[in-house]
């Protein structure tokens, strides 16, 4: 069975200083992968989403960037966190083939102080 | 573009009640449709989907029909559970984009509360 893990879970970070959030999915191979943010409340905004290695889409312009070194690893960075980067952090990912039903990790609660 | 709408919330009933959350869509394709549940603190998971007109999808007591007609999938349940508070997204995925990257597009969600 498939299985997306997303670390850290929580993380509280000054202005100004770097970030690097890990997404890995077990158990599938080439799959779509998706960043998301959940500010307050409840909207999904999308950030990034790639096809396949090296293959990085954005959605919104920001001071985040992605990568993915590796078929089933998501990395979101950012050189210098901003107050409003804070936000709750979801990775998913979905097959290629079928409905394209996204399955999500766990997500990162990410506090900017 | 495509888009999804929901209802407001927060939906709020006591326990054995009669859900009902409306989701009206507009797309270009033929999409698929999908309802997907957050608990607190957690990620979203699927909790039922449809992909074509007419099909009904079901999980956990909840039932939502793709009405192509109507352009829309309302979720229900005949008798809620303190258990089902959560938020409720609907979503739909359509053609991909390039590259062969479904971009789906989801709702603003809907808190539900259940009171015992």
């Known amino acids: 069975s498939q299985t997306i893990h997303q670390w850290p879970a929580t993380l509280v970070q000054p202005v100004g200083s770097p970030l690097s959030l890990e997404c890995t999915v077990e158990?599938?191979?080439?799959?779509?992968l998706y960043w998301y943010r959940q500010a307050a409340g409840r909207g999904l905004q999308l950030l990034f989403y790639?096809?396949?290695?090296?293959?990085i889409s954005s959605e919104v312009p920001q001071n985040l960037s992605a990568s993915r070194p590796q078929d089933r690893q998501f990395i979101l960075s950012s050189k210098k966190l901003l107050l409003s980067d804070s936000g709750f952090y979801l990775c998913?990912?979905?097959?290629?083939?079928?409905?394209?039903?996204?399955?999500f990790g766990p997500g990162t609660r990410l506090t900017v102080t | 573009g495509d888009s999804v709408t929901q209802m407001e919330g927060p939906v709020t009933l006591s326990e054995e009640a009669f859900l009902t959350i409306n989701c009206t869509y507009t797309?270009?394709?033929?999409?698929?449709l999908f309802w997907y549940v957050q608990y607190p603190g957690e990620g979203l998971q699927l909790l039922l989907k449809a992909t074509k007109a007419d099909d009904k999808g079901s999980n956990k007591g909840f039932e939502a029909t793709y009405r192509k007609e109507t352009t829309s999938f309302h979720l229900e349940k005949g008798s809620v559970q303190v258990s089902d508070s959560a938020v409720y997204f609907c979503a739909l995925s359509d053609v991909p984009a390039s590259g062969g990257s479904y971009i789906p597009t989801f709702g603003r969600g809907t808190s539900l509360i259940v009171h015992p």
């Open positions: 998913a990912w979905t097959k290629r083939g079928n409905s394209y039903e996204q399955y």
């Open positions: 790639s096809v396949g290695i090296g293959q």
């Open positions: 797309a270009t394709g033929y999409p698929s």
């Open positions: 158990g599938t191979s080439n799959p779509n």
